[in-house]
């Protein structure tokens, strides 16, 4: 079974500057999705960037980008130039490429909530 | 269109209330899943549809029954529910888990904020 591990509970950055959100995953699939999810307080969970375990580039949109190590079955998250509407919950998730039903099921980490100082 | 609508947006029940919990997208995804989501928690898996079938149940206990009516909408009944059921109950979808399919996101919709007293 796939798990995917967010140790920090929380984190603080200064509006303006650089964070970095941590997440590993352990799975012996070799082809998967791998997700940014954000959850601000008014509740919807908003897609922030995705990467395919087949592309070895870096995901990137616009202040977001992802260090993606495969080998390491890592994938943590950059948020550039912070603002305060960053303030949320951030989720790191998982979902296999391959097959239906059982298989296509989001795996989440138990997240981390990011506050932004202004 | 790239919404997933959930409604009520809160609901308040009694323990032997009916109730259901509605879900509806139009973007032609033949997947679709319930979450249940406590305070500072991540989502957990109740139900997954692939092709309007029941693929997943993580065993829910009976009082939740899902139900997928045709392929933009998906139900939750409710029923003799308990406190503990209290929850935001969070309805997603995806183009169906085929390999190199689509985005591979899943698309939540706002939730239903659900309290049982």
């Known amino acids: 079974a796939q798990t995917v591990t967010q140790s920090q509970p929380e984190m603080s950055v200064q509006e303006a500057e650089t964070v970095t959100l941590s997440c590993t995953y352990d799975?012996?699939?070799?082809?998967?999705?791998l997700f940014w999810y954000k959850q601000p307080p008014s509740r919807q969970m908003i897609l922030v960037i995705r990467?395919?375990?087949?592309?070895?580039q870096n995901a990137t949109e616009n202040r977001f980008s992802v260090n993606f190590q495969k080998a390491a079955k890592s994938f943590s998250l950059k948020i550039s130039d912070s603002q305060l509407g960053d303030a949320a919950m951030y989720f790191c998730?998982?979902?296999?490429?391959f097959g239906t039903g059982a298989n296509s099921k989001l795996t989440f980490g138990k997240g981390i909530t990011l506050s932004v100082r202004p | 269109d790239t919404e997933v609508t959930q409604t009520p947006k809160h609901l308040v029940m009694g323990m032997t209330n009916k109730k259901s919990l509605k879900c509806e997208q139009h973007?032609?995804?033949?997947?679709m899943y319930w979450y249940k989501q406590k305070a500072k928690k991540p989502p957990e898996l109740m139900f997954v549809y692939s092709y309007e079938k029941l693929s997943i149940n993580e065993s829910v206990p009976s009082r939740f029954s899902p139900e997928c009516p045709n392929s933009s909408l998906l139900n939750l009944h409710l029923h003799a529910l308990q406190p503990e059921d209290s929850a935001l109950y969070l309805c997603?979808?995806?183009?169906?888990?085929?390999?190199?399919?689509?985005?591979?996101?899943?698309?939540f919709g706002e939730g239903s904020r659900l309290t049982v007293l």
């Open positions: 973007m032609g995804h033949r997947a």
């Open positions: 998730a998982y979902r296999s490429a």
């Open positions: 799975t012996s699939e070799s082809d998967y999705y």
């Open positions: 997603a979808s995806s183009q169906a888990g085929l390999a190199g399919a689509g985005t591979g996101e899943l698309f």
């Open positions: 990467q395919e375990a087949y592309k070895q």
